[in-house]
């Protein structure tokens, strides 16, 4: 049967609009132009829970340079993930309108220029009541999006997966590089320092004070070895973290050993398994995230394409944690039976 044209005009518009991956039915993984996990490019925070941005600056990197091409690495690989996520019990993209907001427009050879190209948009993702995924990037960005999230919602507390604590001095006299954003953070009153917890830490160091910053002002750091000896302790601290006000979650690819994550600025051998970070990204279900990144993918040395792949597997990790959060919060609400204005019916 012919459509009228009116009615064809009006299969073109859908009235909602559909934030979640096409299909694979309709297009297969390998196909189409390559977005954040299969999701539409849309502009407007306004339209959906998280909004996925990528940052591709790597303007801030002390070592090797090439994260800037993360976005694109990140885009490519996320065509193998997936919604329904086993542990949480949740099909992320039922519980959350998902988009790639496509990318925040960095200036290659300014940290300063592309830190506040990078604020202004968390800063109107925010305002809008939606949660900033960050695609990076080196770990430079997060200082853009802390300085936005700090001004829409206070201080925040701060889950960082690194090698490195990234709270070191200048290099070079330059004071605004990849490993001083989080002393820089804190230098701003954008944290609770006390409400940090660095995941993944270890050395060799430049010398024995090179965590002192950090230890001073009451991180929480969580070396290696600890989450080697008893990944469960580790799991239960993080539990402990809920009801303790807003977080911002940050994954530098670096935490994990190269061996799984070669693709990185800074490698650090004798890190993370993939495993362990997943199980580790698992373990934040029940935090407040307002904000989180995931960074220092450089695909360029990972020709196996790994470092990518977990990068998009992480971010969608963090989203279903994300997911699975307000899913509970919604049931506890369910089950909270509310103060009766009047006695109650029987048989309720
Ligand atoms: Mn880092």
Redesign the pocket.
Known sequence: MTKMPDEAAKAKKPTKLEMKPVSTRKVPRFAGVPTFLRLPVHDDPRDVDVLICGAPFDGGTTFRPGARFGPRGVRNASALTRGFHPAQGVDLFEQLRCADGGDVACVPMSVERSLASIEARADEIARAGAVPAFVGGD?TISLGTLRALARVHGPLGLV?F???S?TFGPAWDVDLH??T?FRKAVEEGLLRPRDVVQLGIRGPFTAANDLAFAREHGFRIVMIDEIKRSLDAVLAELAGLRDRGKFYV?F?L?GVDPAYAPGTG?PVPGGMTSWEALTLVRGLVGLEIVGLDV??ISPDHDPSGNTSLLAATVLTELLAGLAATRSLAAASQRAQPKAPKRPAKKGR
Request: hydrophobic share 25%.
């Open positions: 770990h960082v690194d090698a490195h990234d990849h490993g954003v940050s530098d670096d800074t960074v220092e």
